[in-house]
């Protein structure tokens, strides 16, 4: 071969040897695996069984069943209280002193009073006794007998005015002592000694704390489901997740115009004093309570034809159809009647975003031996849909 063919082949046989070993590298070179998604516990749901309740929901306040407003019944200077808030009193437990002013006087000159005409009434039942014997003996006549007859009446009437009298100016030097109208806990201390009150000024707020009442309100087009004794569960704000029952006492007959909502008054048990007046409570009324499958509202995906959920198995994301039973709207809790069993874990808020097939890791919270059952904020690094 010349010098001339050799430097022709050269250049095609170092082409070939190339693209031979470019593609044997693509075809033998193994496939990069895919990297697991890190997700938390805040974004997974346990399936579990649980009541499930649904009813109204609701939010009002609660107030003490009973309580009254002690006011002054008087005018006159605070002399000295009695009482603080917060303490517990008697039924007519005296809480203030009011000055009586005038008062002393006219009780003691209404109870001379009634001294001097029950003396009268006697002078006149004697005189009528003496009356009627010297009439029966013919020493008088009719005249003087009617006469003193009318001296009794008179003395009688004079009598009963007095007592009036007496029982007024007793009850008004009664009112400089004010008590407690019953058994209870001093909600509300409005006066000090050396005040000035008058008539109606409000002195003290006593209330009983053995039980509350619950005045809320609820939508007009849920009022068949409202009946008076069905039960309440409710939260307040400053305890937590701690719930709270009672039952339903009143339920208004009337609808407010403007709201279109309906008042109902709830009864509650405050045997240990948890609640006080004033707070703010959300709740639901238990219209009816099963059992079920039950996963946060967080958790379905709805906006197929087939509701679905993303279901970690096997370390990686999987998409099932589910059937959905009975809500609970205040909880955002939904029933799982077909899909899935107790104790499958479900991806739930932004972990949704996950494409199934994709494998996941799963970070248990510091401290946590077990994953959570309650939806949170969203885990980071995920990408949401």
Known sequence: MSAQSFRAIVPIVLAAAVLLSCGGGADDAPAPEAQPVTVGPENLVIVAARPLTSGPAFSGSLR?????????????????????????????????????????????????????????????????????????AGAIAERELEMARAAVTNSRAVLADARARLASAGKQLGNATVRAPFAGVIGQKSVSAGDVVQPGTLLYTVVDPG???????????????????????????????????????????????????VQIVASIPNTGRALVGGLQATGRLATSTRNGLVAPDAAIDERGSTPTVLRVKRGAVERVSVTLGARDEAGELVELTAGVQAGDTLLM???????????????????????????????????PR
Not at 214 to 238: C, K, N, W
Request: proline residues 6%; without cysteine; glycine residues 10%.
């Open 64 to 136: 003490h069943e009973r309580e009254a407003s002690v006011r002054a019944q008087m005018a006159g200077s605070v002399l000295q209280t009695y009482a603080d808030q917060g303490q517990s009193v008697a039924a007519g437990t005296v809480l203030a002193r009011i000055e009586a002013g005038g008062s002393d006087d006219s009780y003691l000159s209404a109870r001379s009073g009634v001294t001097a005409a029950e003396n009268s009434l006697s002078i006149a039942n004697r005189e009528l006794e003496r009356a009627r014997r010297l009439h029966e």
């Open 211 to 261: 039980s509350m009442r619950l005045e809320a309100a609820i939508p007009v087009e849920q009022l068949t489901d409202v009946r008076v004794g069905l039960p309440v569960r409710f939260s307040v704000s400053g305890y937590g997740d701690r719930e709270f029952l009672g039952r339903v006492t009143r339920v208004s007959p009337v609808v407010d115009p403007v709201t279109r909502q």
């Open 349 to 383: 808020g932004a972990a949704r975003g996950i494409t199934p097939g994709t494998p996941v890791r799963i970070v248990p919270a510091l401290g946590d031996t077990a994953l959570r059952s309650a939806p949170a904020a969203p885990a980071t690094g995920v990408n």
